[in-house]
C-alpha cells in the first residue's frame, strides 16, 4: 500500500470525518530525465504521490516551488517512498526527475 508516512495522513483524513477531503481524480506519470510537472487537477488541494519502479534502488528528485530539480538536485525519494503535496499551490508548482536509470513512474491521488 502506501507505506507508514501516508497511513498518517489517510489517518487523518479519516479523523476529520465529514470534512474530510474526498478524492476527486488520479494520474499516473512514467518520470523521465527531463524535469516534469503534474498533468494533475486544477481543484486539488491535497496529493499523495508513490514512486514506483521494478528497480529496487530507483529514486527520484522533486522540489515543490517550480524550480526544476536535476539529477543530483532536489528531495531524493527511492523507491515506494510516498510525497504528499498539502496546498493547491504546491501541486502546481511540484517537478519531478529521474535520478537513476530504470524506468520509474509515479501514482497520484488527488484530494479536495
Known sequence: MFGNQSKSYLEKIARQGANSPVCIGHETLVVSGTAQSLVGNANATDAI??????????????????????????????????IELTNQQNIVNFKIIKETAGTTSIVVSYYK
Do not use: H, K, L
Open 49 to 82: 504521490i508513490q514512486v514506483q519502479s521494478t528497480v529496487a534502488t530507483t529514486a527520484v528528485r522533486y522540489w515543490e516551488d517550480g524550480t526544476a530539480p536535476t539529477s543530483s538536485a532536489g528531495f531524493s525519494q527511492g523507491n515506494g517512498a510516498v
